[in-house]
Structures are given as structure tokens and as C-alpha cells.
């Protein structure tokens, strides 16, 4: 694949889907979705928290969160369980085995340019320094927040 004329543009959009495609292949290999580890993280980070809060926090639909749960729960890696007071709440928790799939998928989110290993957080920095440079200049020269929220 000849890059070098490509355009920014189009390297940051190919380079996503390659690493999307990369990351669902070693997640499938494992028995888990993209949407399910960003459950995972979500509760090892903010810890027990109720179903329709957390449906906000990853900002998708409290039905959507609720099947990858079910498969997560099927697999032991969260549990559910409904509020003492009010019946209608669905508190979720991060189970021991929930937190060591999660070890195991973070463990392999390495990536190797030219021969050298970098961390997904290398190349995390690296891309909100790209984004951020990019809104700033978008901002500088007369577009606004609300445009710019647009597209994200």
C-alpha cells in the first residue's frame, strides 16, 4: 500500500479502521466486544455504578448497554444487581474475573512502528495532541464550538 501521497486526512481515518479491525479480531480471539471492554474500563475506573448511569457515561442507549451486559454477565465478568429502594435500578459491578479479562486485554494494546514497541497510551497522547492541535486551529480561524461539537 502506497501512503506517502496520501493526505493527513485519509491516514488517520485508514490507520483507525486498521486498528479497529485489529483490535476486533484480538478481542473476538478472547470472547469480548469493543463495547463490552469500554464497560469493563468504565467500571475498574469509577467502580459499582447504576445501568442507566453507566449507559451515559459510555453515551449509548440504556437497552444497548443492557444486551452487552447480559453477555457480560453470562461470562461472570460483571454482576447485576437491583436497588434495595427502588426496584427500577440495576446497579452493575466489575467482577475479580472481569478485572483480570480486562488485565489481559490491556496487555496486548501495544503497537509497533518501525520496529519500536509503543504503548496504547503513547499513541493515545500522540492522537489527542493531533486532535487538539487541529481544533485549535480550526477555532483560530473562525469556526466555533458548536461546529466543531458537530463532529465529534
Not at 442507566?52 to 443492557?66: I, S, W
Amino acid at each position: 500500500m502506497e501512503t506517502s501521497h496520501w493526505s493527513t486526512s485519509r491516514l488517520l481515518s485508514t490507520a483507525a479502521r486498521l486498528n479497529e479491525n485489529r483490535d476486533n479480531e484480538r478481542l473476538r480471539s478472547i470472547g469480548v466486544t469493543h463495547s463490552g471492554v469500554t464497560i469493563l474500563k468504565v467500571l475498574a475506573t469509577v467502580g459499582t455504578m447504576s445501568q442507566v448511569k453507566l449507559a451515559r457515561t459510555v453515551r449509548v442507549q440504556a437497552q444497548t448497554v443492557g444486551k452487552a451486559l447480559e453477555r457480560l454477565e453470562a461470562r461472570e465478568l460483571v454482576t447485576r444487581v437491583k436497588s434495595d429502594t427502588d426496584r427500577r435500578v440495576t446497579f452493575v459491578t466489575l467482577t475479580d474475573a472481569g478485572r483480570l479479562l480486562l488485565e489481559e486485554v490491556q496487555q496486548g494494546e501495544h503497537f509497533t512502528f518501525g520496529g519500536e514497541d509503543f504503548s496504547e497510551a503513547d499513541l493515545r497522547a500522540a492522537l489527542v495532541g493531533v486532535i487538539n492541535a487541529a481544533r485549535d486551529g480550526l477555532l483560530a480561524s473562525g469556526a466555533s464550538e458548536q461546529d466543531l461539537a458537530a463532529t465529534a
